[in-house]
């Protein structure tokens, strides 16, 4: 399914489903720079935390949407700071889009 996130930006809500160059220049542009690494950048999202104090979890709302950023570690039982990959869900708010 589709789901508008801004003018001109439409983003892909499938389980990884491939997102146009519009959705990922707005994610890198407009939604990353938001997101808080840690609890003392009160003006961003501030993050969830895991017990070695890595970011793990964001979410972001919009006008019709919320998006989650999950960060992903390579050790995820060790306290590196090595990261996977980030995994971006975004749906309908009060559910699935």
Same mark, same amino acid.
């Given at each position: 399914m589709?789901?508008?996130?801004?003018?001109?930006?439409i983003w892909q809500t499938g389980a990884g489903a491939p997102q146009s160059e519009e959705a990922m220049a707005w994610l890198r542009g407009e939604i990353y720079p938001r997101l808080a690494m840690n609890?003392?950048?009160? @003006?961003?999202?501030?993050?969830?935390? @895991?017990?070695?104090?890595?970011?793990?979890?964001w979410e972001v709302e919009g006008e019709g949407w919320t998006l989650t950023v999950r960060r992903e570690y390579v050790e995820a039982n060790a306290p590196t700071w090595s990261r996977r990959r980030d995994v971006v869900t975004v749906k309908a708010k009060g559910g699935e889009a």
């Open positions: 589709e789901m508008k996130v801004a003018e001109g930006v609890a003392t950048e009160t @003006d961003k999202v501030i993050p969830t935390t @895991d017990r070695w104090g890595r970011p793990t979890e």
